[in-house]
Structure formats: C-alpha cells, structure tokens
C-alpha cells in the first residue's frame, strides 16, 4: 500500500486540488492539518482522505512525523511525504517510487536541481546550495538538492529512523539518519514550481531558517 | 562595611529565606536547596571578604577580583540559559507528542459516496 503524507498549515487555496491531482498515485492520503486556522481541514474532508488534525500548530516536521507514525500504523509499504502548496507535481510520485518498486533503494529523495526548479529566486538558489555543502559536510552525503520535502521511503528504511524535529531541521535530521542507518538513498529529478502564493506561503523560509536549523540540530543532540 | 555590602547581604537574606520557604511547601529538590544554598554562601563569602576573589584572579591570572566575579557570573548566566533552552525543546516535544497522540486517534476519513463518519480508534 501506497500512502502520500501531506502536512499542511491554513492551505485551503490549494489543498484541494492537490489532493485530486494527487489521488490516482497513492492507495491512501494522509493530511494532516497543522492546527490550520482555515478551512483545510473540511476541504480535505471532502476529499475522502485521511485528515489528523494537529490542535496547535507544531510545524512541519511535526506535522510530517504524525502523518508518517499513522501511515506505519496503517500498514503501509511505501511512504511519501508531498507538500500541499502545490510546488511539487502529483504525476511525480511515480518517478519516486519505481527504485523502492524495483528495490534499488530504501529512500528516495526528489531534487530540484536534478530537474527542474520553475520561477525560483537566486537568493533561494544559493541557501540551497548551502544547504547542499552543509549536509555533505554533517551527514556526509552528497546531495544535488538537501532542502526537499518530495521524498518516499520504504516501510523497513522509516522503521529504523526517528523523527524528533519539530521544524524544518527534520530535512536535515532524516538525511542524518539516512546516513546512520546506512539506507541506501537516490536521488531523482523533480519540478519544484515557485508561485506567488508558494513565495508567499514559505516567505520566513529565508536566511533565519538556516540559523534556526542549525540552532534546532544543535539543541536536539542534547535532548534526552 | 560599605553600603553595597550592607545591600547585596540584605538581598542574600532576603533569597534565602525564600529559598527556605519554598524548600518548605517542597517545590524544589533538596538537591536544587543545597545549590542554592551553596551559592549564596558563597556569594556571601565574597561580599563581606571581597579579598578573596582578587587572591583567586591572582591564581587563575585574571587582573582584578571584580573581573573575576563578572566572568564566573557570564559562565554561570550562558550555563543556565542553555539549560533552559535544552529544558524548552524538551517540553515542546512533549507537546508535540501529546498533540500528535490526539490526532492520531481523532483520525478521521468520510467515505465520498455516503455521508457517514467513519472515525477510526488505534
């Protein structure tokens, strides 16, 4: 069974379309609602998909963690984590499961710079970028693209990671992990397309989120 | 004995009585109480015999005795603050996982053809 996580936080513009275009690549969806303050909930309701609600806002890699516990309690195989901005592109999972199908790989990650990033900022390119040598340097994985949040995994591979990060250093906690565990990752080509209402949406995902991450990795290897 | 001295004693008293009374109503650790404890003396030691620091900068090379007391004092404010900001993540991870707990068992899907709620218990 093929389960699609969508974290999502006041994304009513947006979710429904998602979640249809995103309908006929997955067994079940899972969104979960980050404390929304909209309608993303009920709009997803509407769906036919599973919707957890978070009662406060906990963030993305909370949000990503309960949406992948649930999916493991379900009894899914395989796992993909799909944002709900409309950024990424449904018909896309496919390219991201064929080497978990095909056993080539326990995790696969999408990159944006393997394929193509659509309207993006060269300001963006560059925090990327640096993300790319940090990761390579505290993971030692070398990536194309350490910031994305299209990735799948397999069943076994999320059993043997914990997901402990409430923010956006979850990217980088699983990518740590990844490399702990000794998973065999791929990466694959994706569209990451950068609209207005995206910019917009993740418009605190500047150069404070990189002091943030660090701050947040750093701070978590001293929490019991 | 000078007026700051006189101040900064009245405070201590002032600290450790609090520090008794809520030893008293146990809303701290003997532990915590005796740490307390401790520094306070010692900060009295240092009020009313100020020589001693400057005895014990001579010893460790730091110019004065007051300068000694300031950066003991920055250690000990940067130990407390990374404790608490460690203490924080904790606790907002426990918030996470009570919030994620509800979620999960508040899990909800409604069939698309009927209107009925099919609300799942793990």
Do not use: C
Request: no cysteine.
């Amino acid at each position: 069974m093929i389960a699609v996580v969508v974290p999502a936080y006041n994304e009513e513009k947006m979710i429904k379309v998602v979640l249809r275009s995103l309908k006929p690549y997955a067994d079940e969806i899972i969104v979960v609602d980050d404390g929304s303050t909209d309608a993303t909930s009920s709009l997803a309701l509407t769906e036919g998909v599973y919707v957890l609600r978070h009662l406060v806002n906990r963030d993305y890699g909370a949000a990503i963690a309960t949406g992948t516990a649930f999916a493991l309690s379900l009894g899914a195989d395989i796992i993909v984590h799909f944002d709900a901005d409309g950024q990424f592109e449904p018909a896309e999972v496919k390219l991201l499961l064929e080497p978990l199908l095909q056993d080539k790989a326990d995790v696969v990650l999408g990159s944006r710079f393997l394929g193509k990033a659509i309207g993006m900022p060269w300001h963006r390119k560059l925090i990327q970028k640096g993300a790319v040598l940090f990761t390579w340097f505290f993971s030692g994985i070398k990536l194309t693209d350490a910031h994305n949040g299209f990735r799948a995994f397999t069943r076994k591979a999320l059993q043997q990671i914990t997901l402990s990060q409430d923010h956006k250093a979850l990217t980088s906690e699983i990518l740590h992990e990844i490399s702990r565990s000794s998973l065999r990752y791929l990466e694959v080509p994706v569209t990451v397309h950068y609209t207005n209402y995206s910019l917009h949406k993740a418009k605190a995902n500047s150069v404070w989120d990189i002091g943030r991450i660090i701050r947040d990795l750093l701070i978590g290897k001293f929490v019991k | 004995m000078s007026t700051i001295q006189i101040i900064i004693l009245l405070f201590i008293l002032f600290a450790l009585f609090r520090l008794y009374t809520r030893r008293q109503k146990k809303e701290i650790l003997t532990r915590e109480f005796i740490e307390w404890l401790l520094f306070w003396i010692l900060v009295a030691v240092v009020t009313l015999v100020p020589d001693i620091t400057s005895y014990l900068a001579s010893i460790l090379g730091v110019g004065r005795g007051t300068d000694l007391a300031v950066y003991g004092a920055l250690l000990i404010i940067f130990y407390l603050m990374f404790k608490i900001f460690v203490r924080l993540e904790k606790n907002e991870r426990q918030l996470t996982q009570v919030v994620r707990e509800l979620a999960i068992r508040n899990a909800v899907k409604k069939p698309l053809d009927d209107k009925k709620d099919e609300s799942i218990k793990l």
